[in-house]
């Protein structure tokens, strides 16, 4: 991540951490350690998306570990509460796309209006970047417009777009991806889907014949599946996960949006709940705005 990016990122987090820091400070102002402290200190994280149970899970340990360690003042309470979303954060991180040698498939699914699209093309992009070849496949055929999109994205980063006409097979197009992407000796094929409303059965058995088919062509694949998630989305992102994760195995999280967010607890939530790892962080609409996402600069921007 450069610096310049890094300045970038915690600029966007600065919605999340002005929310959540100005809050926590007029808990922590008083040095009270009592039962209406925990009580206001809880509410805080709920009103952050952290969600209800996190929230308390995280206040219990907070109690225990407060009297444990004789803390007596509201610095060594925010100390220890750092580390303890950190902790959560940093369990089991693996920021890495795990691709293998020859041909590599990622598959992106989310909710409609995510930034699914546009994190394939800032991805595309980066791949191309280090001199691989790149195939996009525009498997959301429910919107003509959704393919038009990741054309655009396709011009931008460098890499070829397979697509078919509106309403056709999105499995037909993975197929067709894949057998482009031997053709052209590609290391990476990128596939795009349908914004799945995750309440539609048929869209998710969409999803998963998709799947199916990229696994018989292609056996290991897809070696990534990326649940997008909007970080405005709050806790709405955890029934995202909770019907993707029982459709297809999701291996990680792309968190989109975060310069438009005052509240960001989400990222807790989803990894206390389900373990899945945030492995990517997209911010603005630039085709270079998208990295790695850092658990410790995540707990530092937003707790100070």
């Known amino acids: ?46 009103q952050a998306d952290v969600g209800v149970n996190t929230a308390m899970e995280l206040i219990e340990e907070l109690r225990n570990r407060v009297r444990q360690e004789h803390v007596r003042e509201a610095d060594g309470v925010r100390r220890i509460l750092k580390a303890q979303i950190r902790a959560i954060l940093e369990e089991g991180h693996d ?21 699914k699209t546009t994190t394939i093309g800032k991805l595309a992009s980066q791949y191309r970047q280090r001199g691989q070849q ?12 959704a393919a038009e999109q990741l054309a655009i994205w396709s011009e931008r980063a460098g890499a070829r777009i397979i697509r078919h006409d ?25 596939v795009d889907t349908a914004g799945r409303l995750h309440t539609k059965h048929n869209l998710m058995e969409e999803l998963r014949k998709m799947k199916r088919v990229i696994a ?24 995202q996960a909770r019907a993707f994760l029982e459709a297809v195995e999701v291996t990680g999280i792309v968190l989109t949006k975060l310069d438009s967010t005052a509240k960001g607890g989400v990222v807790v939530a989803i990894k206390r709940q389900f373990g899945l790892p945030v492995k990517l962080v997209g911010l ?14 995540f707990v530092e921007a937003i707790l100070g």
């Not at 890495?96 to 995510?114: D, I, T």
């Not at 790149?134 to 417009?145: E, K, N, P, Q």
């Not at 694949?221 to 806790?235: K, Y």
């Open 284 to 297: 603005g609409e630039g085709i270079d705005d998208l990295a790695p996402f850092e658990p410790a600069g």
């Open 95 to 115: 920021p890495e796309l795990h691709l293998p040698e020859g041909l590599g498939v990622v598959m992106f699914v989310g909710v409609n209006g995510v930034g």
């Open 1 to 46: 991540m450069t610096k310049e990016f890094m300045s970038r990122l915690m600029g966007g987090w600065s919605k999340v951490r002005d929310n959540l820091s100005s809050r926590l400070a007029e808990v922590l102002g008083n040095d009270r350690l009592d039962d209406d402290f925990y009580d206001e200190l809880e509410a805080v994280l709920v």
């Open 166 to 190: 509106p309403g056709a097979d999105p499995a037909a197009v993975a197929f067709d991806a894949l057998q482009a992407a031997r053709a052209r000796q590609a290391g990476v094929v990128l």
């Open 134 to 145: 790149v195939i996009l496949a525009a498997g959301d055929t429910f919107r003509a417009a």
């Open 216 to 239: 018989r062509e292609l056996p290991g694949a897809p070696h990534e599946t990326l649940l997008v998630i909007d970080a405005n989305t709050g806790l709405n992102g955890l029934e």
